[in-house]
Structures are given as structure tokens and as C-alpha cells.
């Protein structure tokens, strides 16, 4: 069985200023991917970054970073220069093997609000 | 690239009618489509995982006969709600995938459903 966690409900940050939300996971399959995601409050699903189990360096996007450590099991998304733009919830995916397949199992997510 | 297309955007029915979503990968062949369902500030909850040319995989609790999907086209999946009732009423938003491994999900924009 696979399990994501992400235990901030909501989350505040200073236009500019960089924010870390955190996601740890648990899953016994050494193949398998984590993503993060933004979703606004017009409700569509934006990719955002990817990092694979094997990738040796932390994934970048632009102001996005994936702080993965594997053997703490967490993979937190950095937002560097926040932007107000930037409000909205975010969710972290692990797509990992059940069943023979690779499923995708979301978490909770966390409500980022960007203050001017 | 990597565009999924999802329409309606939103749909008023009346209990009892069945109504049909469609999820369409624009420019990219999907091998894998993924049905979510989405309550008010929660998370993502899989509904079902269609692969091309078979039979959808439905989670536990979720009534098959109720939420008929059909992937018939690598392009293509539809999810039919059928007999509604205002407890279906919800955010439903579908994904594809490239592949059956760990490639990351691309979303449709999400159908708002309401049951009068």
C-alpha cells in the first residue's frame, strides 16, 4: 500500500519571500514517481514538477524546486519568490505500483495564501 | 503539449437523468485515463483507472453500474453518471496519462455536476 502525507492544512507567505509545503510518502515499490500540483480556485489541475525515485539531483522548474530526501521518505515543494498568483492549493501525487499498475495517490493538499 | 480537454465544464440535470462527461487527450495518445472525484476543499478521490480497449478498474465503494466509463479510443474516455441523484453532485476531473508507468497525469479542466 502506498500513503501521501501532507500535514499543512494552510499556509502564509509574504509576497517574495520563499515557502517550503511539505509532503512525506510511504511506499514499499522502489520505481515510482512524485509530482506536485497546483490547483486554483477555478479548479483545473496544473503539473508543476516531477521527480523520480531513481533521479539523482532534486528536480527545478523555475521558481519551483522539489526538495526530495528519499530516505526521510519526503519530497517538499519549494516556491522560491512567491508571487501572489501563486494562492491557490497544492497537492503532492505519488504514482506508485498497485496492483500491477501505476497508480497515483494524491495528498490531503495545502491551502497557500500569498499576502502582498 | 500534453493538453486534455474535459467537457462539460458544468452541468444542471435533473434526478434521474444520466449524464455524460467526456475527457479527450488533444495531443497526445493516452493509454491510461484516471476518473477522479473532488468534494469542497478535499482532496482528489480515485474513482476508476481506464486503460484503451479494456474494462475500467473501479476503487472500493465506487458503483460501477452507476459510473459507467468507456475508454474506447486512445484519445478518448467518457464517464456517464446514470439516474443522478443530488448526492452525485460534485467536481469530477479526469487525467491521462501516456503510459501505464510513472509519466505524470495531465488534467482536464473538471466538470461541475449538480442534481437538482
Known amino acids: 500500500a502506498q500513503k501521501i502525507t501532507q500535514t499543512q492544512p494552510g499556509m502564509f507567505v509574504q509576497e517574495k519571500e520563499a515557502v517550503t509545503l511539505d509532503c512525506t510518502y510511504d511506499?514499499?515499490?522502489?520505481?515510482?514517481?512524485l509530482f506536485w500540483y497546483k490547483q486554483p480556485s477555478s479548479g483545473e489541475m496544473i503539473f508543476l514538477i516531477y521527480q523520480g525515485s531513481y533521479d539523482q539531483q532534486n528536480a527545478t522548474e523555475g521558481r519551483y524546486s522539489l526538495n526530495f530526501q528519499k530516505a526521510r521518505k519526503s519530497a517538499n515543494l519549494v516556491i522560491s519568490a512567491s508571487q501572489l498568483g501563486d494562492s491557490a492549493m497544492y497537492f503532492c501525487?505519488?504514482?506508485?505500483?498497485?496492483?500491477?499498475?501505476?497508480?497515483?495517490?494524491f495528498g490531503r493538499g495545502t491551502s497557500l495564501i500569498v499576502h502582498p | 503539449g500534453a493538453v486534455v480537454s474535459q467537457h462539460p465544464s458544468r452541468v444542471i440535470c435533473k434526478s434521474g437523468t444520466s449524464v455524460k462527461i467526456e475527457c479527450r487527450s488533444l495531443d497526445f495518445q493516452a493509454t491510461t485515463m484516471f476518473w477522479y472525484r473532488q468534494f469542497p476543499k478535499q482532496s482528489l478521490m480515485l474513482m476508476a483507472t481506464?486503460?484503451?480497449?479494456?474494462?475500467?478498474?473501479?476503487e472500493q465503494g465506487v458503483e460501477k453500474d452507476k459510473f459507467l466509463i468507456n475508454h474506447a479510443s486512445l484519445t478518448l474516455s467518457t464517464l456517464t453518471v446514470t439516474s443522478a441523484h443530488p448526492e452525485d453532485s460534485s467536481f469530477y476531473i479526469c487525467s491521462a496519462r501516456r503510459d501505464r508507468g510513472k509519466s505524470p497525469l495531465h488534467f482536464g479542466n473538471g466538470t461541475r455536476l449538480t442534481v437538482t
Open positions: 481506464s486503460n484503451e480497449g479494456s474494462k475500467a478498474t473501479y
Open positions: 501525487a505519488l504514482n506508485g505500483v498497485s496492483g500491477g499498475s501505476y497508480i497515483p495517490t
Open positions: 511506499t514499499s515499490d522502489p520505481s515510482y514517481g
